[in-house]
């Protein structure tokens, strides 16, 4: 029997060399999956990591400043002339797509064929524990079976109508496009209208205050507007995101204890009626990094508008390795305004606050207590805090909820008073409290 190959020089030599000619092809690529680890040649492996940070900053990248990247980060093997060669086997741009998805594909090849050199051992290696070794066998194929990545990108709500862009300039006053809207009249108010395009927004809490639930409920409320929502849940799955929807349309979702009721089916049919009719798309692929983000942004951008995007939470987001965390959480900062700006659209981080809040009488958010990088603090335009005084005190009112506007370049700080509904997972105005 033939065996075919593992790996494929030519193919990855093309794929180098065509980013190198197009760079606005590796938007694309990217969203293939395509990482730097995919590819078998070292030089090639290297040459992409390149290109992505340059791209990651903003830079272009061709023969010059790829070989100067690759110099400054330690690999000195591979010149310029070397990437012209590359560029000599480049191939017309549609077909980097396709050619990123077979360097792919034969990197998870690669992987299986590993796991079953893995699985001989383990299987001609004597042992008295022959339900862990079944475990551990099991564990290897799933491993060499599965990227990690299949999610990324996936939807819980159907596209948008294809008119969506003409109604979001019909009601632009002709001149500036409005603000969004944050879900509360309240805190409208206390930010002139909403967020603006452009801004970075930082949202930051403890744990268990409820930061993605008003988030969520930001979603919502842009997606009710029809307004192009991109909502990249980095904590949670896409299972979790559809029941935090559901409990936020009055379904209970505790299918564990006891099945929906019968007016649970009929709300949950009316919640998904409703989705269907949201531009709302929610990625929840764990590994996403600010590149992958940004990539997915655009794409949606250009093929059906974006008005928002939400990202939950920045510090799990993942980066290139730098010396410490603190210059990894400063860099993130630092491109999703990038991202905010380049695209025109408000950019809400949600981000968890120091410990060290917990250490001092008063529980109250600050800016100080910004969780590892005094960047966030300085790039978003404005800094928000969600705090709930029950958290720290059970004699509280369980309903009340602050938003302490700490930060705002275009206006006031100050204190929105919201009202937190636990059986629906949701902040509400007080004066909407019983209708909510």
Not at 230 to 249: K, Q, T
Request: charged share 25%.
């Amino acid at each position: 029997m033939t065996r075919g190959p593992v790996h494929d020089a030519d193919i990855e030599d093309a794929v180098i060399g065509g980013l190198l000619v197009a760079n606005a092809s590796l938007d694309e690529v990217l969203a293939t999956g395509l990482v730097s680890e995919d590819f078998y040649v070292p030089s090639h492996s290297y040459s992409y990591a390149a290109i992505c940070s340059l791209a990651l900053r903003g830079e272009p990248a061709d023969h010059l400043t790829v070989a100067a990247e690759l110099r400054a980060t330690g690999v000195d093997k591979l010149s310029a002339g070397d990437l012209v060669s590359s560029m000599a086997n480049a191939p017309v741009a549609s077909h980097l797509p396709p050619y990123a998805q077979r360097i792919r594909g034969l990197a998870r090849l690669r992987a299986l064929v590993g796991a079953g050199h893995e699985l001989v051992d383990l299987g001609t290696t004597p042992t008295s524990d022959v339900e862990a070794a079944l475990d551990q066998a099991e564990r290897l194929v799933l491993e060499a079976t599965s990227t990690g990545r299949e999610d990324a990108g996936s939807s819980l709500a159907v596209e948008m109508i294809d008119e969506l862009l003409d109604q979001l300039r019909a009601r632009q006053d002709g001149t500036a496009p409005l603000p969004m809207s944050t879900g509360s009249v309240d805190l409208d108010r206390q930010l002139h209208g909403g967020f603006r395009p452009g801004q970075l927004v930082v949202l930051g809490a403890r744990p268990s205050m409820g930061k993605t639930a008003l988030v969520l409920g930001m979603a919502v409320a842009a997606a009710q507007r029809d307004v192009p929502t991109l909502y990249c849940s980095l904590e949670m799955s896409r299972a979790e995101v559809a029941e935090r929807f559901l409990a936020m349309e009055g379904v209970s979702t505790d299918v564990q204890a006891a099945g929906l009721s019968e007016r649970d089916w009929a709300r949950a049919e009316q919640a998904r009626e409703k989705l269907r009719t949201w531009p709302l798309r929610v990625d929840d692929d764990a590994a996403a990094t600010v590149l992958t983000l940004r990539s997915r942004a655009r794409r949606m951008a250009s093929r059906q508008g974006l008005g928002l995007v939400i990202v939950d939470y920045l510090q799990l987001m993942s980066h290139r390795e730098t010396e410490n965390r603190q210059t990894q959480v400063a860099e993130i900062s630092r491109e999703l305004k990038r991202l905010a700006r380049e695209l025109c659209v408000p950019v809400v981080a949600v981000s968890q606050l120091s410990r060290n809040l917990e250490a001092r009488e008063n529980k109250v958010p600050r800016l100080a207590d910004l969780r590892e990088s005094g960047q966030l603090e300085q790039d978003a335009d404005a800094v928000l805090f969600l705090h709930r005084p029950v958290v720290y005190d059970e004699k509280a009112d369980p309903g009340e909820a602050h938003v302490i506007v700490a930060k705002h370049r275009n206006g006031p700080t100050g204190l929105v008073r919201l009202v937190w509904l636990p059986k629906r997972m949701r902040f509400a105005d007080p004066s909407r409290r019983e209708v909510a």
